[in-house]
């Protein structure tokens, strides 16, 4: 008997016909080819999310980014207008890159009124137009008007920075998000300005580190070490059942329990964890986010033991909303078939004393601790997956839904490139 | 000996551990791995049974207030976590199976 209502057909994975419930192939996360393929169908061809705008608090900040799976660096920067524009970092004289500070492949931010080219000082303002030539007289026939920064697509959703790179893309950045976003709105993302963020260069393609965050199948094995004995025990013995799960178009997300705070028995936590009122969760004193109700994406079914919600925004952002009023965002960027950099990042309502900033470090040093179990199982699991062994498919239960959800929507997309570019070849 | 102290003077009885107060998930982190067993014990229990005084300390002053010896402490008790999950979990200063893997801090509260 499932401890939480299932769908009518008896399982998550079977109210969603089209994911199947066979045995699944990894080879979309061991192949240089298919990569190059994601490359083109996902990286190129979806909205991808860089931030937030409080990144670019003012008129003239910016930031750039280098977006090795699109093969491309882009400055992101906030315009006289309030606009948040986005353009490829190149300067159209030459080709050198337009931004950057010591070194060429770092990524750099500040705020400014203009770009200068290091080359040849041409100048581009923050809306792209190019507004100084040096010795334009030398040149032939040329009018700036016709050399504009190369614009890339960018839109803003709720405070959050999306860019695609498809110059032809017609789907606006809503549209493309959904159902499950749209239930999001209204959230108070905008108070959440108290931030910290880790990096960690992966060794696994980066679906496969994705796979590790959407099921908490192996959260009470993995990471028994981290429940005092008993409670480990316990945990192991009960397994983990989501709340819920909802699949909308390429996105996903899991509803789960979890993190009641205070605990009813102290002995359940860790001595530290009981000193500071924090743990994984978050703050057992919840912040104050000024709303009434959580938005109707948030804890779905309403539960009491809600603990906390993971959206999957395809491709590679997720958002965690905990109980406690807090926001983990994860961002998995890959730099070939077989690494990635992971970005976490903590949004807390800005504390007011030491004991709320403590309670917060203990929060994101957790998630620290979490993640590093999770990274280090991940580059065995891809050493394995690249082996030479005759083991190709691999069973996935019903609470891992969303990876089987995550694998078909990557050779979804890149089946139906190829099925466009082939057209005529 | 003439030394100047890091800490406030009410926790005069941590100053041996003032080598904690460390701005800097990062630099703490650091720290925690370069440390065997013995001294991040030694530092927890120093530290752990002062835990609420030192909260109660901190919170006389706004955060963005903190006087130079009172933000120290803040730091010291950063690492103090950094410090509970070799002492209170793993039994050992790497997280298990960790292995070559780390996590940095790229952006974090100047405070
Ligand atoms: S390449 Fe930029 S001004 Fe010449
Ligand atoms: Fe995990």
């Not at chain 1, 959260?219 to 008993?230: K, N, R």
């Not at chain 1, 109700?293 to 997720?318: A, C, I, Q, Y």
């Amino acid at each position: 008997m499932p401890h939480y209502t299932k769908p009518a057909e008896g399982s998550w994975t079977q109210h969603y016909p089209e994911l199947g419930t066979d045995p699944v192939s990894y080879d979309d996360s061991i192949s240089p080819e298919f990569y190059e393929l994601e490359r083109e169908a996902i990286f190129r061809r979806t909205w991808l999310n860089l931030g937030r705008v409080e990144q670019l608090p003012r008129k003239g900040s910016y930031f750039t980014r280098e977006m090795d799976a699109a093969g491309t660096s882009i400055i992101v920067v906030r315009g006289m207008d309030d606009e948040v524009r986005a353009f490829h970092n190149m300067c159209r004289h030459r080709g050198n890159k337009l931004v950057w500070q010591d070194y060429p492949r770092e990524e750099t931010s500040g705020v400014c009124r203009q770009f200068q080219c290091k080359y040849h000082a041409w100048r581009y303002d923050l809306q792209g137009q190019c507004t100084f030539v040096q010795q334009e007289q030398e040149f032939f026939d040329l009018d700036k008007a016709d050399y504009s920064l190369a614009a890339v697509q960018c839109e803003v959703w709720e405070g959050w920075i999306f860019v695609n790179f498809d110059a032809s893309n017609t789907t606006p950045l809503r549209e493309y998000l959904g159902e499950l976003a749209w239930g999001l709105e209204g959230y108070p993302f905008d108070k959440l300005t108290q931030v910290h963020r880790y990096r960690s260069e992966i060794g696994a393609n980066w679906k496969l580190f994705i796979d590790a965050f959407v099921e908490f199948y192996h959260a009470p094995i993995l990471h028994s070490g981290q429940y005092q004995p008993d409670e480990a025990a316990k945990v192991a013995s009960y397994g983990y059942e989501a709340l819920a799960y909802g699949i909308d178009g390429p996105h996903g997300m899991v509803s789960s329990w979890g993190g009641i705070a205070p605990p009813k028995d102290p002995s359940m936590v860790k001595p530290m964890e009981r000193e500071l009122r924090s743990g994984l969760f978050g703050p057992w004193d919840h912040a104050d986010l000024g709303i009434d109700e959580l938005p109707p994406s948030v804890n779905p079914t309403r539960h009491k033991n809600w603990g906390t919600d993971s959206f999957v925004f395809f491709p590679n952002f997720m958002i965690l909303f905990w109980k406690p009023n807090w926001v983990l965002t994860y961002h998995y960027w890959p730099t070939s078939y077989n690494t990635h950099i992971f970005e976490g990042t903590a949004y807390f309502v800005p504390p007011k004393t030491a004991r709320e900033r403590l309670a917060q470090e203990y929060a994101v040093v957790s998630f620290k601790e979490y993640g590093l179990q999770d990274a280090n199982t991940l580059e065995a699991t891809q050493s394995m997956l690249e082996s030479n062994t005759p083991v190709k498919t691999f069973p996935l239960n019903d609470q891992e839904i969303l990876l089987r959800h995550l694998h078909h929507t990557a050779r979804r997309y890149v089946d139906e490139y190829q099925k466009t570019t082939l057209v005529g070849a | 000996m003439a030394t100047t102290s890091v800490l406030p003077s009410e926790f005069a009885d941590l100053e041996p551990f003032a080598g904690w107060a460390l701005q800097g998930e990062r630099a703490r982190y650091a720290k925690r791995i370069e440390s065997t067993m013995d001294e991040l014990q030694a530092f927890y229990d120093a530290a752990f049974p002062r835990t609420q005084a030192a909260l109660d300390y901190l919170d006389q002053f706004p955060l963005d207030e903190l006087p130079e010896d009172a933000k120290h402490l803040l730091w010291l008790y950063c690492a103090l976590i950094t410090v509970s999950f070799p002492v209170e979990a793993w039994r050992q200063p790497r997280v298990p199976d960790s292995g070559a893997s780390s996590i940095d801090a790229i952006l974090e509260p100047v405070i």
